[in-house]
């Protein structure tokens, strides 16, 4: 069982930026990759940017150049650095974990919202 809570999120005007942060509850060692997954109102939940235990890190063509992934193994935590900010971001983000067997877990989410 993993507990991931998410924070960071809110209004946030085009062109500034937001720190998202997914803290887990054990250690990150035991979470081979964390996402960073987005659902924005009438769309599909979207992938966003992972990084794997070994700090591989992909991004989503749209967030490419403008999101950073990355992890506080000390922490627990993932974070996610947002900049340059577009109304095309406003969303929900969630952050899941996936483990070795297969199975994934969710948090609840945060919102962001970009105002243009």
């Known amino acids: 069982q993993v507990q991931l809570v998410e924070s960071g999120g809110g209004l946030v005007q085009a062109g500034g930026s937001l720190r998202l942060s997914c803290q887990a509850s054990?250690?990150?060692?035991?979470?081979?990759?964390v996402d960073w997954y987005r659902q924005a109102p009438g769309k599909q939940r979207e992938l966003v940017a992972w990084?794997?235990?070994?700090?591989?890190?992909k991004y989503a063509e749209s967030v490419k150049g403008r999101f950073t992934i990355s992890r506080d193994n000390a922490k627990n935590t993932v974070y996610l650095q947002m900049n340059s900010l577009e109304s095309e971001d406003t969303a929900v983000y969630f952050c899941?974990?996936?483990?070795?067997?297969?199975?994934?877990?969710w948090g609840q989410g945060t919102q962001v919202t970009v105002s243009s």
């Open positions: 899941s974990a996936r483990l070795q067997d297969g199975r994934s877990y």
């Open positions: 054990r250690n990150l060692f035991s979470l081979p990759v």
């Open positions: 990084i794997t235990i070994s700090n591989s890190t």
